[in-house]
Nanobody, 124 residues
Framework: QVQLVESGGGLVQPGGSLRLSCAAS????????IGWFRQAPGKEREGVSC????????YYSDSVKGRFTMSRDNAKNTAYLQMNSLKPEDTAVYYC?????????????????WGQGTPVTVSS
């Protein structure tokens, strides 16, 4: 059974950092492209980053580039999103997801399996 479980969200002050985890089970994470998305209240789900399984490249949205870093620990079958210099506009529920078909994408509807999400609130 394919399962993704996010953790690591919480309340942080502006300028602070958080590291989100996405633990996979039922499949080998490094065989798939994995994406991080976020959804703020009243807004559409937004692509934040993607880790390509084919060439190891990482892609980031302009809004997080230079502040967020995606990584993967194959031994733990877990992906991470390190978030630094957090801003109030980063407040959202963060999700990890995988695509059955190869190729990183910024569009949430191209991803097939999702975690339950972990909330991040950036506020003083």
């Amino acid at each position: 059974q394919v399962q993704l479980v996010e953790s690591g969200g919480g309340l942080v002050q502006p300028g602070g950092s958080l590291r989100l985890s996405c633990a996979a089970s039922g499949f080998t994470l490094d065989a798939y492209d994995i994406g991080w998305f976020r959804q703020a209240p009243g807004k559409e789900r937004e692509g934040v980053s993607c880790f390509s399984s084919s060439d190891g490249r990482k892609y980031y949205s302009d809004s997080v580039k230079g502040r967020f870093t995606m990584s993967r620990d194959n031994a733990k079958n877990t992906a991470y999103l390190q978030m630094n210099s957090l801003k109030p506009e980063d407040t959202a529920v963060y999700y990890c997801a995988i695509k059955s078909l190869p190729g990183c994408s910024r569009w949430f509807y191209e991803y097939d399996y999702w975690g339950q999400g972990t909330p991040v609130t950036v506020s003083s």
